[in-house]
């Protein structure tokens, strides 16, 4: 696949997961890379690059943000890595979060605003 192939995979999958709040969207990369995002209520991405056999790689997170087709926090999200496990089978991931740059997020209600 080459990188405009990326770049329209990217832009699908955030196009589906902005259609479907807190829908996880996925699709599989060649040489079994699997690119996972999920957009909240709140329009807060939540970016995962799974493998089943090993760890993502640096540059694979490089590529998919020097691709992702919005603007990127100022300061570039940096990967957390972790296993995730279901029942059938564990992947190991990277991942990361961050609220889309220009958009404004209203607090959330106060206890004494809820109790109103």
Avoid: C
């Amino acid at each position: 696949m080459n990188n405009r192939g990326l770049a329209k995979i990217l832009a699908n999958l955030i196009n589906r997961a902005a259609a479907n709040h807190n829908a996880q969207q996925a699709e599989q990369l060649k040489r079994g890379l699997v690119v996972k995002v999920t957009i909240d209520g709140r329009h807060k991405r939540f970016l995962m690059l799974a493998r089943l056999d090993t760890y993502p790689s640096p540059l694979e997170w490089k590529t998919v943000l020097d691709y992702w087709p919005e603007n990127l926090p100022a300061h570039r999200p940096e990967p957390t890595q972790g296993m995730v496990a279901t029942s059938q089978r564990v992947e190991y991931a990277l991942t990361a979060a961050w609220h889309k740059p220009g958009l404004t997020h209203p607090a959330p209600p106060s206890r004494q605003q809820v109790l109103l």
